[in-house]
């Protein structure tokens, strides 16, 4: 018996032994993969940082290899790779071993200005040669309206001038139709877009004729849409107004006493206001519930409003719609009869419906 519980135990032993190293020989390489595929990505992403694309990248270990495109600088590939976190040893294959020249920077372009008002197109720059004025004036002639006159504002000049109107000649396409005074000003960094042009995508072409004009300039686009057109007013809605006025005065809303239930006479009244509602669809109107002086403020008051919230309530289920009405309750505030009299107390408990004033 004892020898028949010791070898399980040894067995057990054993198989903990096993599991740390099995799991360090999985563990391991997951581990060097994941480090290599970092180094990989941080040293791509330190070369192109550096405006040096197209190398491969090939990390074993710690150690990098690079293969580079002919005319790369492999010296400045090296000491880039070199600072990369991580890297150990650099190796660099193809490329050039002394630092090739930074070419020089393209002639900047002089400021120019190009405009349209409703009597001319205006173009305002510095030429190289009279080559150049006269194809922009072409590109002028290309979409100039009948009528419109060329406001000719170009100067030769062979030192600074513009060498050909490829700068110019997307700007005039762009801003050459359209609503009122708009123009593109370039003071040498920015191109500046000001004026108010027919709609959203005129104002896209006209950014991205700018971008087209002057490669790396900023655009500040600054046009303007003209306001949309205010809708027009039917007949009806001129005249809702004075026609509710006019309903009010012939037909009551009046309720039973102490509730918000109108009484049979003025079921009618509900019924003719909702269909004269329904004439002008964007007025907005106030339901205004009133009470008698029978009972006291504290009850009044909330009374008063539910007899506004009642008369909404019905004209909503007749078809008008809801955020249209304002339902508010004024209590025995507003008494347009003596509450003296069972008449004049009829005629308080009431709701009247009227232009809204406030928003």
């Not at 519980?5 to 032993?13: F, G, K, Q, S, T």
């Amino acid at each position: 018996m004892p020898g028949l519980v010791r070898r399980p135990l040894v067995v057990w032993l054993l198989a903990a032994l096993a599991v740390p190293v099995l799991l360090t020989a999985v563990l391991i390489p997951a581990k060097a993969g994941t480090t290599e595929d970092e180094l990989r990505d941080r040293t791509t992403a330190a070369l192109q940082a550096r405006g040096i694309n197209g190398a491969e990248v090939d990390i074993d270990g710690r150690d990098a290899t690079i293969a580079v495109p002919a005319g790369v600088d492999a010296g400045e590939v090296r000491e880039v790779v070199a600072g990369v976190d991580g890297v150990r040893s650099v190796k660099v294959d193809g490329g050039t071993t002394e630092s090739t020249p930074t070419p020089p920077p393209p002639a900047a372009i002089a400021p120019f200005e190009v405009g349209r008002t409703a009597q001319a197109i205006r173009v305002q720059a510095v030429v190289r040669d009279q080559a150049v004025k006269d194809a922009v004036a072409a590109e002028v002639g290309k979409v100039i309206d009948e009528g419109k006159e060329f406001d000719n504002r170009i100067t030769v000049d062979a030192a600074t001038g513009l060498p050909d109107a490829s700068a110019l000649a997307p700007l005039i396409q762009a801003l050459a139709f359209g609503p009122g005074d708009v123009s593109a000003r370039y003071d040498g960094t920015t191109i500046t877009l000001t004026g108010q042009v027919a709609d959203q995508a005129a104002k896209a072409t006209a950014a991205r004729a700018a971008a087209k004009a002057v490669p790396g300039a900023v655009v500040a686009n600054e046009l303007e849409l003209p306001p949309p057109p205010k809708p027009e007013v039917s007949e009806a809605c001129r005249t809702f107004g004075s026609r509710l006025a006019e309903f009010s005065r012939h037909n009551k809303i009046v309720f039973l006493s102490g509730t918000s239930i109108v009484n049979d006479a003025s079921k009618g009244s509900v019924i003719r206001a909702a269909a004269l509602l329904k004439t002008c669809t964007t007025a907005r109107v106030e339901v205004a519930g009133h009470t008698d002086n029978l009972g006291s403020p504290a009850t009044s008051l909330p009374l008063s409003q539910r007899r506004a919230d009642a008369v909404k309530a019905t004209l909503v289920r007749l078809g008008v719609r809801a955020d249209r009405i304002l339902a508010h309750g004024y209590g025995e505030s507003f008494p347009v009869a003596p509450n003296t009299t069972a008449a004049g107390r009829i005629a308080n408990r009431r709701a009247e419906i009227r232009v809204q004033s406030g928003p």
